[in-house]
Structures are given as C-alpha cells and as structure tokens.
C-alpha cells in the first residue's frame, strides 16, 4: 500500500479516477454519471456549426459540451452557443451531451482540460439526455497493472455504458474495447479510418511549404551535420513511449553507423519516466540531442531522416500522421493506435513491441537504404492526403451527431443541419466501419 500511495501521490487523476468510478456506481441508480478525462483541448469547432445557430428556448438543439472549465480559445458567439459547463446541463430535452474522455486530445470543439472531471445527466427518461456520446482517444489501462488497471477499466466501462453512443478513434482500440466488454459491439464504431483530428497536410504539415534553408538551419542549431542521418522521437520522454527500447537500439545502431544522430523532442514525464541512467546516458551522447517540450514540428520533422515511435499503447498517434504527412518513413511498434497510423511496409514499418532489437533491425533497413526511406516518405504523405484530410474528419462528426438526433426524433436546426457536402465518404462515414 505504500508504494501505492507513493505512486499515487504522482498521478492523482488516476487515485481521482478510482473514486469517481466508485461514485458512478453510486449515483447511476440516480440517473448520473461521473465522467473521469485527463489531457484535453478545445479544438475544432467547425464540427458543431449548424448545429448551435439556434438557442433551445426558440426550439433548437442545446449542444452541452461537458467539463470544461476554459473557453479562452472560443469566440464570444460560440460561448453564447454553446452550453458549456460541469452542472445537470439544461432541462430541455432536445439536448446533446458530447463527452470527450481521451488521454491526449479531443475530437470536437471542446473537451475536459487534464486533471479535471464532471458529473452529467445519464438518464433516458422524458426529462433526461436522450443523446450521449463518448469520444473513446485510448485505453490507459493498457500499460497499467494491478489495481490501476483494475480502475481504469471500470472507468471504461462506466462511460461506455453510460453513453448511448461510442465513437472510437481507432479500429484496433474499438476491437480491444469490444473483446473486453467494455462496449458491446453494435454501440461503439470508428468514422472513416478513425483519428481524432486528422492532418492538416495541404498547410502546416507540407514539406513543399517549408524554406529550402529550414533543414540546416535546424540541424546547425542543434549542432547535427548537414550529411548526417537523423532518427527523430515525438513525444513525452515516458517509459510508455519505449523509450528503454529506443535507447538500447541506439546503442546497437550507432555503433554501426558513425554519421546517425538522434534528435528527442518532448518533455520528460515524471509520472512515468524511464528507469534511472536512460535519461542520462543519452544526454551524454555526443550525437543525441534534446529539443524539451517544441511543438513547432514542422521544422523539426524537415530535419530528420527517419521518425520512430516505440511506444507500448496509443489510441491514434497524430505524431505519426503528422511525419507521414511531411515525408517521412516511420518505424513503431505494434500496438493499438500504430496498427491504424501506420501500412506496415507500405508506409513504414511495425515492429513487436518492448523488443529493442526489432526495433534496432527495423530503423536499420531506413538508414541503409535512402531509396526506401523515400518510396516508403512519399506513399506515407500520399495515404494521408487521400485518407486523413481534417475536413472530412469533422464533416463525418457533425453528420454523425445529427444522425443520432434524428435516431431520437429530434430535428437540428441551424444553418442547413442536414445538407450534405461534396465529400460522399464524410458524409456517409458509417459505410466506411469495419
């Protein structure tokens, strides 16, 4: 119990976590449920327009998006639209209830900042929420044991059951999700080939767009050569991202390869960091270098070569449709989440997960092959401008939330809350579930 209480004085969402879920089995016989999220944003809400033009008093649809406690990012109007808040939400019952529960992000226009929870009307009665839907980005418990574990299922399995509707960002989460029981089958479902958000590829991430001058102006700040071969990590520098697999490959690759360098971009996760000496001997390498915590991706991915991701679970990692997107060849693991972001030896390679020499093997075949790295860059960006277009992402979403309007008799208004757009494949996303 003490080394529980230590490890839980370091992660008190996932402590909170456990007594809320505690509380959900309490207060459902109530008509509540008690929603546990951490790691959120407000993103995106292009998703809801048309389906906020109108107030419930004058007869149309409240929109409640639960939990969140800052809408800094949202305009005036939409803060008027939008019912935002932790409370029973409004007593109409043409209400929709959007419940973002994730580990790193959120799908619609608002989702619960990290660290917080909420308490939302579950029940289906005249007077309750006939629309809920649980946004399901990840499964934390998989690299949890013991009781953690435990909790965090039960935390899974409340949500499910509480929403009337599961939209899950990846297949391979949606199907570990379903041989659990944590959702039955017919409730829980992937729009399109499933992320959270998609890509901006045409924009942001565009190799065309960037200066010819930005790979070696980044690769001389952080003191790399022109000519050398760069492998690039994304992420928190965390034990769950593989990080004791990376550094161990990169002591078998580096010996071989005297011109590969690795560029580590991220902050360091004191919840889960990696044993002691990892860390540190890679910071003591002379062809490692350490960005911290840059989001400015762009240039940093135009400085690498190669992009790998050993993490041991995701839900759908954008770090690995952003690279694609610009280019590059991607080395990760197979687990939930890489299993849908990456087309093993199509786009990149997948290979078994907590097993350094695969992974050593695996970003080996990119460093000795420039021809490969390209071939296998170039059908990566591809396969993201045809399948990963944020457009059509959030299209799929608000067709999807007016379809589950409809499935309960209630009518959208707005602007044109029915009309469809040119892109067949988001309005029609249910056609494209596995």
Request: hydrophobic share 40%; net charge negative.
């Amino acid at each position: 119990m003490a080394k529980f209480a230590r490890w839980g004085r370091s992660r008190p969402h996932v402590v909170l976590a456990g007594a809320l879920a505690a509380v959900v089995l309490a207060l459902s016989g109530m008509g509540y449920a008690t929603a546990f999220h951490y790691g959120g944003q407000i993103n995106h809400v292009n998703a809801f327009e048309g389906l906020t033009e109108r107030p419930a008093e004058a007869g149309g649809t409240n929109i409640l998006v639960v939990g969140s406690d800052d809408r800094s990012e949202l305009s005036d109007e939409q803060q008027r639209t939008l019912h935002v808040g932790s409370d029973t939400g409004p007593k109409s019952t043409d209400t929709m209830v959007l419940l973002h529960l994730s580990s790193d992000g959120s799908i619609g226009v608002v989702s619960i900042p990290r660290d917080s929870y909420v308490e939302l009307p579950a029940h289906t009665d005249a007077d309750g929420v006939p629309v809920r839907i649980y946004h399901m980005h990840g499964l934390p418990f998989i690299t949890a044991t013991g009781l953690t574990r435990r909790i965090l299922m039960a935390t899974e399995f409340v949500s499910c059951r509480m929403a009337s509707q599961v939209l899950c960002v990846s297949r391979s989460v949606e199907a570990m999700a379903v041989d659990l029981q944590l959702s039955p089958p017919k409730k829980i479902h992937v729009l399109l080939q499933g992320s959270c958000n998609g890509v901006d590829a045409e924009r942001e991430f565009n190799p065309d767009r960037v200066n010819g001058a930005v790979r070696s102006e980044t690769r001389r700040r952080y003191g790399i050569p022109m000519d050398a071969t760069v492998i690039g990590f994304v992420g928190r520098l965390a034990r769950a991202k593989g990080l004791v697999e990376l550094n161990d490959a990169w002591t078998i690759l580096r010996k071989e390869h005297p011109d590969l360098h690795l560029l580590l971009i991220g902050p360091e996760e004191p919840g889960d960091p990696p044993p002691p000496g990892v860390l540190e001997r890679l910071r003591t390498d002379a062809r490692v270098r350490f960005t911290g915590e840059n989001w400015e991706t762009p240039p940093l991915y135009n400085a690498m070569d190669i992009l790998v991701l050993p993490t041991h679970r995701e839900g759908f990692p954008l770090v690995l449709l952003e690279a694609a997107a610009m280019g590059l060849p991607i080395v990760a693991t197979r687990v939930t989440g890489c299993l849908d972001a990456v087309q093993d030896n199509m786009t990149g390679t997948l290979v078994p997960a907590a097993d350094a020499g695969a992974l050593a093997v695996g970003l080996n075949r990119y460093v000795c092959d420039p021809v490969l790295r390209r071939r296998h860059g170039e059908a990566a960006r591809e396969w993201v401008l045809r399948e990963f277009r944020p457009e059509n992402i959030w299209q799929a979403v608000y067709h999807e939330y007016v379809r589950c309007l409809l499935s309960k008799g209630f009518t959208p208004q707005g602007k044109a809350p029915l009309a469809w757009s040119d892109n067949a494949q988001a309005d029609r996303p249910r056609e494209q579930w596995s």
